[in-house]
Each structure stands twice: as C-alpha cells, then as structure tokens.
Nanobody, 126 residues
Framework: QVQLLESGGGLVQAGDSLKLSCAVP????????MGWFRQATGKDRQFVAG????????YYGVFTKGRFTISRDNAKNTVFLQMDSLKPEDTAVYYC???????????????????WGQGTQVTVSS
C-alpha cells in the first residue's frame, strides 16, 4: 500500500511563498502519476497541479496562473509544490495524491487518484 506524507504547510502572509513536500515510497514514480489538490472549507476538492510519471511534464489548474510549480526529486522520493505570491483565497488543506497508470498521463479529477495523503493546512492571511 502506497502511503503519502505531506509536510510544509503553515500560516503565511499574502505575497509570501511556501513549499510543500510529499514523501512517497520507492518506485512510486515508476507506477504513479502525482498530483496536488486542495480543499477549502465548504468547497469541493480542487485540482492544483499534476505530474506525468514518465516525462515528468506538469499540468496546472487554471487558477495557479504561474504562481505554483510542481516538481519531484527521484533520488529523495519526494514531490514538491512550490507556491509563490500566495493569496488569502489559497487558504485550504492541500493534499498529495497518486494515480496508478500504465500511461504517461495525468489526471485532473480527484476520483482519478487512488492514494491520498493526510493533508497539510495552508493559511494565508491578508
């Protein structure tokens, strides 16, 4: 069973940056596309960013507008989400997710992902 462990959340001010990490078991990147989602209180879970397992190419939610960057370190078995120019509306619980796939694709819907981390809270004050 793949287990994901997020870290790096916290309380920041508008305009600040934050980098989230998600530790994954070895070989996860060989079989799973990775994604980041977020869920604000009272709202649906929202796709933030995803990374294809083979090419490593990324895909982003429209709202990110160049402010967020997904990356991975294969040697450290970790996927990251760099968030810059944070806004109060970015406040949410952020989740790392893994999607088993045979192909070099990436999902943008929560139901496409098989494994989820416990989430890490990001709060942006104005």
């Amino acid at each position: 069973q793949v287990q994901l462990l997020e870290s790096g959340g916290g309380l920041v001010q508008a305009g600040d940056s934050l980098k989230l990490s998600c530790a994954v078991p070895e070989q996860t990147f060989s079989n799973y596309a990775m994604g980041w989602f977020r869920q604000a209180t009272g709202k649906d879970r929202q796709f933030v960013a995803g990374m294809r397992k083979i090419s490593g190419s990324a895909y982003y939610g429209v709202f990110t507008k160049g402010r967020f960057t997904i990356s991975r370190d294969n040697a450290k078995n970790t996927v990251f989400l760099q968030m810059d120019s944070l806004k109060p509306e970015d406040t949410a619980v952020y989740y790392c997710a893994a999607r088993w796939t045979q192909y070099d694709d990436v999902g943008t819907q929560a139901h496409e992902y098989d494994v989820w981390g416990q989430g890490t809270q990001v709060t942006v004050s104005s």
